[in-house]
Structure formats: C-alpha cells, structure tokens
C-alpha cells in the first residue's frame, strides 16, 4: 500500500487483536512496512479488566515508534476503555488518539477536557455533534461513498454556518441509517453501493455475505437522492 500511494496519503494500520503479542508483532511490522500511524480495538471477546486493559495499550505504544490511535467500540469488543483508562493512557508519548465508537458523549468530554487526545468519531451520525464537542474529525464507513457530503458538514462548522452544518448532517442521515443500521453489516453495504457505482470495491471475507440486489438497489436509490 505505501508503495500505491506515496506521499498522497497516511496510512493507518489496525493491529488491533485479542493477544498482546500477536498485536506487538502487527506493529512491528507495520512500522517495517512504512506505516504512519498505528490503530488498535480493545482485546475483544476475553472482555479484560480495565487495568489489563491500559497495559495491553502500553505495551503496543511501546513497540513501535508509530503514534497510536485507541479504538473504543464495545459493542463489537464486548469492553469499554473507560474515560479513566483513556485519561491514564493520555501521558504515554505515543498515545495520541481515538477513535470513538461508544456512544457515551459524557464520557467523551471528560476525556476531551482532560487531555490533549484527538477524537474521532466513528460513528456516522456523530460527525458534527462530536465535531462541535472539540473532536478532531471523523473515521467513516458512509463517507468511503460520500466523502464531500461529509467534508461539508466541517466546513460549514468551520465557517461558523453551525445551522447549515446541521442541515448537511441531517441530509445524510437517510443513507447513513440504510448503510449502517438495516441490519447488513457495513462493509458489505459500502461494498455494494461501491459496486453499483462501478468503482472498484471487490468482494467482502466470508463469513460475511455480498448484500443481495434488492439491497443493493435500495442503496443505490438512497444515494441518487443525497446527490441529485
């Protein structure tokens, strides 16, 4: 991948797994491979104490000069990174970010108003409500489609357009919902809709299933509606 895009993009490499040693060796090799920054989920499935939880985030620091990026998403991990984790973890040098799927906006603003950690969100519907928070951006599975819908949303912000920044958020939700909570996971509906586009998106891993034509009509008709 570095080799594909130079300089024209920094790459981001999950190492997230369930084995610390297993993620210290992704890292490694990301570093190896010209990574610019790493991304690492909490240990999933085993669902570690918070105190195993912030060495496991240590240790990745520690092995790579790479910045690392927190990845919080307990729906898909089944453990949170709670606010006081994140807060401890925020004096590693290397620490530097998150990217924040959890839904807990309290939780988030304590970590935002006592450190200097970058948030993301990772949850579509967010953009603007973290955004206005004092996140850093987003990292997004709808914007793969519709990338300058979303941009727009920060750029209005930026401007101080805080009504218009709404209302190109609200412009997206329909899409959003449809990609993200139609019960197909989303990886499979950004693939189709890509697809359907005719740009090159490939096939998803088994065992997940390519979405069927009705959804992926379905989506393609959501998405001629945003961008008429």
């Not at 309290?106 to 004092?134: H, I, N, P, S």
């Not at 998803?204 to 979405?211: G, M, Y």
Request: proline residues 6%; glycine residues 8%; negative net charge.
């Amino acid at each position: 991948m570095r080799e594909a895009v130079g300089a024209r993009a920094s790459i981001v490499t999950g190492i997230g797994t369930s084995d610390t040693s297993h993620s210290v060796e992704l890292a490694r090799a990301a570093e190896k491979a010209g990574a610019d920054a790493l991304l690492a989920v909490a240990p999933y499935y085993s669902r570690p104490p918070q105190d195993a939880i912030e060495a496991h985030f240590r240790e990745l620091a520690d092995a790579s000069a790479l910045p690392l990026a927190l990845y919080d998403i307990p729906g898909r991990t089944g453990v949170r990174i709670e606010p006081e984790t994140m807060i401890r973890l925020a004096d590693h040098p290397r620490i530097v970010a998150v990217k924040d799927c959890a839904y807990d906006l309290m939780g988030t603003q304590k970590v935002l108003a006592r450190t200097d950690l970058a948030f993301y969100t990772g949850c579509d519907e967010y953009v603007l409500a973290l955004y206005a928070l004092g996140g850093a951006g987003y990292i997004s599975t709808v914007a793969n489609v519709i990338p300058r819908h979303f941009r727009s949303v920060i750029d209005a912000f930026d401007a101080g357009g805080t009504t218009e920044a709404a209302r190109l958020q609200q412009r997206t939700l329909p899409l959003t919902e449809l990609m993200m909570a139609s019960g197909l996971p989303g990886a499979v509906t950004a693939k189709a809709l890509l697809g359907g586009l005719g740009l090159p998106s490939g096939p998803v891993r088994a065992p997940l299933r390519s979405a069927d034509r009705e959804a992926t009509q379905q989506l393609l008709s959501a998405y001629e509606e945003l961008t008429a």
